[in-house]
């Protein structure tokens, strides 16, 4: 998934990012609703991690005029206001979750995966697809009853075409939702990516539409 992360504490902030990156999330990280509002306008993200106090203002406002405009990005609260009062406030406003710090960097994973499920429709985080199954939260891969070891990278590329049964994927999509806006990829890096997974997950588990992009194959 593609993550942007509102935070302005940079000890937080960098091991937040720092965790996620590390599930293998790509992670656009603003100190500033300003420069949230820039992100959001040049990518699509698949989730928001809020912090509640910027420097230039309050992250339910920002969350509020999101929902407004019609924005229904997925969105996790981190604050440290604890009052039950606070958290209706930004559940209201229409978060998804809301976490208090201090948090164990592993419950952040926990809940961004269960809210990513939510979405898809399928909030069972074990799945299978003809010989494969896969176990969303542990990011774990099975073939044939055997694991099957993906680097982070492959598995947020395998995770894509998860995400979206049946639908095809153009290079561009797929970049963007693998790396930030401040990383260069290499022209071929989503085909060399591809290539490593058919060989781990068997030829046909992702199919090419020749100039058009890829999809997940048929179980």
């Known amino acids: ?19 996620i990156a590390a599930d293998g999330h ?22 928001i991690l809020l912090d509640l106090m910027l420097p230039d ?3 339910i ?28 406030d930004g559940l209201n406003a229409g978060a998804d ?27 069972n985080p074990i799945i299978s697809h003809g010989a494969l199954d896969i176990d969303l939260a542990a990011h774990s891969v099975r073939r044939d009853g055997k694991t099957v070891a993906l680097t982070a990278r492959e598995w947020a590329l395998f995770e ?10 153009s290079k561009p999509q797929l970049e963007e939702k693998l790396y930030a806006f401040d990383t260069e990829v290499e022209s071929n890096t989503i085909e060399v990516h ?10 046909h588990v992702i199919e090419t539409e020749r100039g058009m992009g890829y999809r997940l194959g048929a179980p």
Do not use: C
Not at 4 to 16: F, Y
């Open 194 to 203: 591809v290539s490593r997974l058919r060989k781990k997950l068997g030829a």
């Open 97 to 123: 979750d809301y976490l208090v710090k201090p948090f164990d960097l592993a419950e952040l994973s926990a809940r961004i995966g269960s809210v990513a499920r939510r979405y898809t429709g399928n909030p």
């Open 1 to 19: 998934m593609r993550i942007l992360l509102i935070e302005d504490d940079t000890v937080l902030g960098a091991a937040v990012r720092d965790q």
């Open 26 to 47: 790509s992670v656009d990280w603003a100190t500033r609703l300003d420069v949230a509002q820039d992100a959001l306008h040049g990518a699509a993200f698949d989730l």
């Open 160 to 169: 894509a075409f998860l995400a979206r049964p049946g639908q095809l994927l």
């Open 61 to 88: 406002e920002f969350l509020k005029g999101l929902r407004a405009r019609g924005d229904v990005t997925p969105a996790i609260i981190l604050t440290a206001l604890d009052q039950v009062s606070d958290r209706i």
């Open 57 to 59: 203002g309050r992250g």
